[in-house]
């Protein structure tokens, strides 16, 4: 389901209460890189460690909620509607910084975790780990 067009957004916010006269702040909008359906990537770590914990989706009202309330604020690509982390669960993201990556279309989010991050329960989605040749042949091939 692609999120395309001002009036999507447009009736997106009436049906969350924002009102068209909270907008994210031009300077940083203007910087952002979005995909088809309005949306930056938003790679989010646990402020002191560094631990990636997850990846989320933000459009432009996602980033202004977040950025204001300091609480993770989130686009679902699935349910098609915002989701404040731990709103439901009690797994709560406190953010402690937003930075802009230097093409515009990703944003780090590092945030003080309370309890899991992942939807599974587990710490960070990122628990599955692939395989990755690393033997000495292939070392010597790349110098």
């Known amino acids: 389901m ?3 067009g001002a009036a999507v957004c447009s ?9 068209g006269t909270e907008q994210l702040d031009p300077g940083i909008a203007a910087r ?4 088809r359906d309005g949306l930056v990537a938003a790679v989010v770590r646990q402020h002191d460690t560094g ?9 432009d009202e996602a980033l202004r909620r977040t950025l204001s309330t ?3 604020t989130y686009w679902s690509r699935s349910r098609g509607e915002y989701w404040v982390k731990g709103a439901t669960s009690g797994h709560h993201q406190f953010v402690k910084s937003v930075a802009l990556d230097c ?24 628990t599955d780990e692939l395989p990755v040749q690393t033997g000495e042949l292939f070392q010597e091939s790349h110098r």
Not at 51 to 59: G, I, K, Q, R, T
Request: proline fraction near 2%; aromatic fraction near 6%; hydrophobic fraction near 40%.
């Open 2 to 4: 692609g999120r395309t």
């Open 103 to 126: 093409d515009g279309d990703a944003l780090l989010i590092s945030v003080d975790q309370v309890g899991p991050a992942c939807h599974t329960g587990t710490r960070t989605c990122f």
């Open 70 to 72: 300091g609480r993770a």
């Open 51 to 59: 631990e990636v914990l997850m990846l989320a989706w933000m459009d």
């Open 32 to 35: 952002l890189k979005r995909d």
């Open 11 to 19: 009736a997106v916010r009436e049906n969350f209460g924002v009102s």
